[in-house]
């Protein structure tokens, strides 16, 4: 009998083994395809944080472009840099461990150290007080950055920005609910891509809503770099950071002293607008404040247009001395 319960142990654990292998091979294989199909677009510079990649287009003033959770720079080229290239240098970034930047770790998973790496790379290009764009947990770190460098921030243009801590996690975020970084690792490596893939569209559909998901933002979007060990690493680090970064943030907002706009989309089921906007107004009651109706969170890919009036409004506040309008 204990030979049998032997022999049933060892089928066991080769069997698990086997499955961890072939989670391991699927795994590297949705990544190379998707590195195959959406290469690197940009340049890249050596920060802090590692070598970040980013795309530079445009002339006049600066503006810098800040992704969300589990984004990548793709979410701005989608539309918003050509509709804002003639009139402004448009620089979006892949932050730390997303997209073709650098892989991360806790530590630089930080607002402050994601904001020091993001300002390495615009002072490196020679950029002076950009108008800094940033887009659901991009907006958390383009606040960071005017809290951290209030001189070198001229001013903020969130688009449906993470200002506050929110009480739970949006269910199209659940999978990225992982303290230990340990086991975050491990399922970076074999069940994460694998579960992301099949569960994609359902996701996405929860994270656009009550709009569609665009049928070209696997590849026009950067849809399928989400498809990387290194993409979903990044994006659960972040996550477990914001627990313990948002609440030393929120109190220094009344220290903020550039101009400030929110942009929401009335309809966002990713984060609740009225939360992030009031706390920001209660202490900048004088901040812009624009609710697109019907739009959902994806402003930068869903409502290109008004998401880039919104921003040349902000141009205007930021620079009163400028002829674009």
Same mark, same amino acid.
């Given at each position: 009998?204990?030979?049998?319960?032997?022999?049933?142990?060892?089928?066991?654990?080769?069997?698990?083994?086997?499955?961890?292998?072939?989670?391991?091979?699927?795994?590297?294989?949705?990544?190379?395809?998707?590195?195959?199909?959406?290469?690197?677009?940009?340049?890249?510079?050596?920060?802090?944080?590692?070598? @970040?990649?980013?795309?530079?287009?445009?002339?006049?003033?600066?503006?810098?472009?800040?992704?969300?959770?589990?984004?990548?720079?793709?979410?701005?080229?989608?539309?918003?840099?050509?509709?804002?290239?003639?009139?402004?240098?448009?620089?979006?970034?892949?932050?730390?461990?997303?997209?073709?930047?650098?892989?991360?770790?806790?530590?630089?998973?930080?607002?402050?150290?994601?904001?020091?790496?993001?300002?390495?790379?615009?002072?490196? @290009?020679?950029?002076?007080?950009?108008?800094?764009?940033?887009?659901?947990?991009?907006?958390?770190?383009?606040?960071?950055?005017?809290?951290?460098?209030?001189?070198?921030?001229?001013?903020?243009?969130?688009?449906?920005?993470?200002?506050?801590?929110?009480?739970?996690?949006?269910?199209?975020?659940?999978?990225?609910?992982?303290?230990?970084?340990?086991?975050?690792?491990?399922?970076?490596?074999?069940?994460?891509?694998?579960?992301?893939?099949?569960?994609?569209?359902?996701? @996405?559909?929860?994270?656009?809503?009550?709009?569609?998901?665009?049928?070209?933002?696997?590849?026009?979007?950067?849809?399928?770099?989400?498809?990387?060990?290194?993409?979903?690493?990044?994006?659960?680090?972040?996550?477990?950071? @914001?627990?313990?970064?948002?609440?030393?943030?929120?109190?220094?907002?009344?220290?903020?002293?550039?101009?400030?706009?929110?942009?929401?989309?009335?309809?966002?089921?990713?984060?609740?607008?009225?939360?992030?906007?009031?706390?920001?107004?209660?202490?900048?009651?004088?901040?812009?404040?624009?609710?697109?109706?019907?739009?959902?969170?994806?402003?930068?890919?869903?409502?290109?247009?008004?998401?880039?009036?919104?921003?040349?409004?902000?141009?205007?506040?930021?620079?009163?001395?400028?002829?674009?309008?």
């Amino acid at each position: 009998m204990m030979l049998i319960m032997v022999w049933f142990m060892f089928l066991g654990a080769l069997f698990a083994a086997a499955c961890l292998w072939g989670l391991r091979r699927m795994t590297r294989g949705l990544a190379r395809q998707a590195e195959a199909q959406l290469p690197p677009r940009g340049g890249f510079i050596d920060t802090s944080a590692g070598r @970040l990649h980013y795309v530079d287009v445009g002339q006049g003033p600066a503006l810098v472009m800040i992704h969300g959770l589990g984004g990548q720079l793709q979410h701005f080229t989608y539309a918003l840099t050509e509709a804002l290239g003639n009139d402004f240098r448009v620089i979006a970034i892949d932050r730390p461990g997303s997209g073709y930047s650098a892989p991360t770790d806790d530590r630089h998973a930080r607002l402050p150290c994601q904001a020091q790496a993001l300002h390495e790379v615009w002072r490196a @290009l020679g950029v002076e007080r950009p108008l800094v764009v940033g887009h659901s947990m991009g907006g958390a770190v383009a606040l960071t950055l005017a809290l951290e460098y209030p001189d070198e921030v001229a001013g903020l243009a969130l688009l449906a920005p993470l200002v506050a801590q929110v009480s739970d996690v949006p269910p199209a975020m659940r999978l990225l609910a992982i303290r230990s970084p340990r086991r975050r690792r491990w399922m970076a490596e074999t069940l994460a891509i694998p579960l992301t893939h099949v569960t994609s569209r359902q996701a @996405l559909a929860q994270v656009f809503a009550p709009e569609a998901v665009p049928a070209d933002y696997a590849t026009r979007g950067g849809g399928l770099l989400a498809l990387r060990p290194q993409a979903f690493y990044a994006a659960s680090s972040d996550l477990a950071m @914001l627990e313990h970064e948002l609440p030393r943030q929120v109190p220094r907002y009344a220290a903020l002293g550039v101009p400030l706009g929110v942009m929401f989309g009335a309809d966002d089921r990713i984060l609740e607008p009225a939360l992030h906007i009031e706390t920001l107004q209660r202490q900048h009651p004088d901040m812009r404040v624009h609710v697109e109706p019907e739009a959902g969170h994806m402003l930068p890919i869903t409502r290109p247009e008004a998401t880039a009036v919104f921003i040349r409004h902000m141009a205007a506040r930021t620079w009163p001395s400028s002829l674009i309008s």
